[in-house]
């Protein structure tokens, strides 16, 4: 029988992070040493991501290491801790101590600078001022009640199927859909599998994982396959749906994205996502500060660990200028064409 392996994936990631914490009370001495010994040493050997992010972790260490010495501050040992986490260029990578939390520049930079959405275009012009929240999806018709247009900000927004159907059966006119989850920063993966549960299905495979399971770089366990919640015909929602995506698009966002590829209904429209497809573990330093980096990684359809960041299927450029002078947002707006002129 079939399993939707992404309860036993979330287990296993929750049974290292517990054992993790159960285990990693250092007994070594809380020196700078020591802590930043341990912290490259359990990235070295449990870090899921080392293939696609073509990082020389020897390397990194061989010019670090020389920084650190007994004696210094707390708050320099913290800056040549995070600059070697930084090298990572990952999402779920982090530092924690009291007074500060490290996190890596590349990622937020992108989710700045590459931003392809105006939420003030989106709610005044789109939405509309008297939008309807259902759960936590906000939605309107546009042209006429011939597009759904769903704006997602957060997969940690909770909906029932319940209230997912009813959105769908409000608009009856409704040729196609549009699920905005453009500077979706993440949340649970409970919500990617209820998102799919009006899509058309037969069980097929969404996408498939692995653990990091020894210290050299490529240990891993053998890859386990998520299955698609079954849906039946007369449920699904048959109609072309466009979701947007955009570099604001990290963690749950981006399995979402990479699960499309098994629905011929749906297509990635937009920008590129920025990754962060791998399940973090948690650990502390022989100094108290907590550390967390992704201990999984996951396969997309197509062979490939998108973890960099998941593509669309239409690239469409943001035209900022167009929303901040006339209101309009021209990728909802050429998605809508698309929509309207299917034949």
């Known amino acids: 029988m079939k399993k939707n392996t992404l309860s036993i994936l979330l287990a296993a990631t929750l049974l290292i992070t517990s054992c993790e914490k159960a285990i990693m009370t250092p007994d070594t001495a809380p020196t700078a040493v020591n802590t930043f010994e341990y912290l490259w040493h359990k990235v070295d050997q449990q870090y899921s991501m080392f293939d696609v992010k073509e990082v020389d972790w020897g390397a990194v260490y061989d010019s670090l290491r020389p920084q650190v010495h007994n004696g210094m501050t707390n708050d320099s040992l913290f800056l040549v801790c995070a600059k070697m986490l930084n090298t990572l260029r990952d999402g779920h990578v982090n530092l924690y101590s009291s007074y500060d939390i490290s996190r890596s520049d590349s990622i937020y930079y992108d989710f700045y600078t590459r931003s392809s959405i105006d939420i003030h275009t989106v709610v005044l012009n789109y939405l509309g001022i008297s939008y309807h929240m259902t759960g936590g999806l906000a939605h309107n018709g546009l042209c006429d009640g011939q597009v759904i247009y769903i704006r997602y900000s957060s997969f940690s927004n909770g909906f029932s199927l319940g209230q997912l159907r009813y959105i769908i059966n409000s608009y009856p006119e409704a040729q196609g859909m549009i699920l905005d989850i453009r500077d979706n920063g993440g ?73 499309t590829q098994a629905y011929d209904n ?62 309009r947002d021209n990728i909802i707006d050429s998605v809508c064409q698309l929509i309207i002129n299917q034949k």
């Open 187 to 259: 949340g649970s993966l409970a919500n990617v599998d209820n998102l799919l549960r009006v899509m058309p299905s037969h069980g097929q495979v969404l996408y498939r994982s692995q653990i990091k399971s020894g210290p050299n770089h490529n240990d891993f366990t053998p890859l386990v396959e998520t299955y698609a919640p079954m849906v039946a015909d007369s449920l699904a929602f048959q109609q072309p749906v466009y979701v947007l995506i955009d570099r604001g698009c990290f963690s749950a966002a981006s399995v979402f994205a990479i699960s």
């Open 266 to 327: 749906i297509k990635l429209v937009g920008d590129t996502t920025s990754g962060g497809l791998g399940l973090p573990s948690s650990g502390v330093l022989p100094n108290g500060w907590q550390y967390r980096f992704p201990v999984t990684r996951a396969i997309a359809l197509d062979g490939n660990n998108y973890e960099n960041g998941v593509p669309p299927d239409i690239y469409i450029a943001f035209n900022a200028e167009e929303a901040h002078l006339h209101g």
